[in-house]
């Protein structure tokens, strides 16, 4: 059971737009900023959001993410075909005094 | 840019300490951050291991913390990562990352190195 439950899976077809939501606690998500991670096919997690809403440079505007109290969610709009990959919620705990990590959300483009 | 790469036997031995270096080129990790290890068992999520940071001081998770050992090197702008009595159950990717502050920001990353524990 994952800190931060997350949907295994999500799907959407080109063009659509997709949710996928994190669900966390007091201790990590409701004090702290939200980051999301895309990892792409048998390769490192990469940074797609960080501080709750804020992209990196190279990440494109597709990519959104918001926080209300213990609960976040990355949204991808315009759905691409290599838009498919493995998402990860992660938030600093301040019980655990480390980061955790969602259980991850498969996303398909059919 | 800044780039993270991890080094290492990819088999170990079960009861085994499992022993794996980063390697940080395009930063001085003299400069600061916190670099942390995390780790992924095959088909599974992320997992934090640990996080030090370049003056030595180090944060461990609570579920490994009385078998890992992590240092960093700054002559050689590396840090490790130590995980004593290992089993099968420590077989995962393993990561090293470049924190921002003591946060859950991660952004940069080694490409993994597998490790495997056998009996």
């Known amino acids: 059971q994952s800190v931060l439950p997350q949907p295994p899976s999500a799907s959407g077809t080109p063009g659509q737009r997709v949710s996928i939501s994190c669900s966390g606690s007091?201790?990590?998500?409701?004090?702290?900023?939200v980051n999301w991670y895309q990892q792409l096919p048998g390769t490192a997690p990469k940074l797609l959001i960080y501080a709750n809403s804020q992209r990196p440079s190279g990440v494109p505007d597709r990519f959104s993410g918001s926080k209300s109290g213990t609960s976040a969610s990355l949204a991808i709009s315009g759905l691409q075909s290599e838009d498919e990959a493995d998402y990860y919620c992660a938030a600093w705990d301040d019980s655990l005094n480390g980061p955790v990590f969602g259980g991850g959300t498969k996303l398909t483009v059919l | 840019q800044v780039q993270l790469q991890e080094s290492g036997p990819g088999l170990v031995k079960s009861s085994e300490t499992l022993s794996l270096s980063c390697t940080v080129s395009?930063?001085?990790?003299?400069?600061?951050?916190?670099w942390g290890w995390i780790r992924q068992p095959p088909g599974k999520g992320l997992e934090w291991i640990g996080t030090i940071f370049h003056t030595g001081s180090t944060y461990f998770n609570p579920s490994f913390k009385s078998r890992v050992v992590m240092s960093v090197d700054t002559s050689k702008n590396q840090f490790s990562l130590k995980l004593s009595s290992v089993t099968a159950a420590d077989t995962a990717i393993y990561y090293c990352?470049?924190?921002?502050?003591?946060?859950?920001?991660?952004?940069?990353w080694g490409q993994g190195a597998l490790v495997t524990v056998s009996s």
């Open positions: 007091s201790s990590n998500i409701g004090s702290n900023t």
């Open positions: 395009g930063y001085s990790i003299s400069r600061g951050y916190h």
């Open positions: 990352a470049r924190n921002v502050r003591l946060t859950a920001e991660l952004d940069h």
